[in-house]
Nanobody, 121 residues
Framework: QVQLVESGGGLVEPGGSLRLSCTAS????????MGWYRQAPGKQRELVAA???????TYGDSVKGRFTISRDNAKNTVNLQMNSLKPEDTAVYYC???????????????WGQGTLVTVSA
């Protein structure tokens, strides 16, 4: 069974930085896309950033120029460097993996359990 485990959330002041990490495990052969989504209270889950195995990246409009996604295909990890954080970045951040091949089966989509990021003075 594939699992995505996030780390790195916490409390940070406005203008500060935070780095999130996610590691996928479970006899994985390949992962097409890994990325981050977030969900603030009362709002829908939205894309923050995603990266394909080939290195193509996509960012949500609200984080462009402030957040950077990176991934290590060999280690099945994806990181999100968040700079110039704003209070509106406060949300639960979820790691996402799409089209995951393992030794037993293919998974369409897998989610991590989420990590809370709070931006507040």
């Amino acid at each position: 069974q594939v699992q995505l485990v996030e780390s790195g959330g916490g409390l940070v002041e406005p203008g500060g930085s935070l780095r999130l990490s996610c590691t996928a495990s479970g006899s994985i052969l390949s992962i097409n896309t890994m990325g981050w989504y977030r969900q603030a209270p009362g709002k829908q889950r939205e894309l923050v950033a995603a990266c394909t195995s080939g290195g193509t990246t996509t960012y949500g409009d609200s984080v462009k120029g402030r957040f950077t996604i990176s991934r290590d295909n060999a280690k099945n990890t994806v990181n999100l460097q968040m700079n110039s954080l704003k209070p509106e970045d406060t949300a639960v951040y979820y790691c996402n993996g799409q089209s995951i091949r393992t030794t037993l089966r293919r998974y369409f989509e897998v989610w991590g359990q989420g990590t809370l990021v709070t931006v507040s003075a």
